[in-house]
């Protein structure tokens, strides 16, 4: 599985992204998708997780991000996105997505996933 993340920029405080991560080779109906960020100087925390097309798509967010980000799928074109609404400075990250075959549930735990994106950039400006 070959993870892309694409959509990252600079906006200022308040403002919206969309990043989304498309998967390409081998893809599963229980393939979960989950969203890490980094801040500089600081380790890759889990934000968000999307359960496979076949275990129900159940959605999961992070307390930081809850109610300000949403996640969607699009299944014919294989992509995951993330809609970041009322951004702030602390956001600023690196955005990874991640790909695992989980089950029913999905987690926020690196060891969980098993490919990687290589990440886009977000800059939040105040």
């Known amino acids: 599985v070959q993870l892309v993340e694409s959509g990252g920029g600079d906006v200022q405080s308040g403002g919206s992204l969309n990043v989304s991560c498309t998967a390409s080779?081998?893809?599963?109906?229980?393939?979960?998708i989950a969203w890490f960020r980094q801040a500089p100087g600081k380790e890759r925390v889990g934000i968000s997780c999307?359960?496979?097309?076949?275990?129900?798509?159940?959605?999961s967010y992070a307390q930081s991000v809850k109610g300000r980000f949403t996640l969607s799928r699009d299944n014919a074109k294989n992509t995951v996105s993330l809609q970041m609404n009322n951004l702030q400075p602390e956001d600023t990250a690196v955005y990874y997505c991640?790909?695992?075959?989980?089950?029913?549930?999905?987690?926020?735990?690196?060891?969980?996933?098993?490919?990687w994106g290589r990440g886009t950039q977000v800059t939040v400006s105040s």
């Open positions: 991640a790909a695992g075959v989980l089950g029913r549930l999905c987690t926020h735990r690196r060891a969980d996933y098993v490919y």
């Open positions: 080779g081998f893809t599963s109906g229980q393939l979960a």
């Open positions: 999307i359960t496979g097309v076949d275990v129900g798509s159940s959605r």
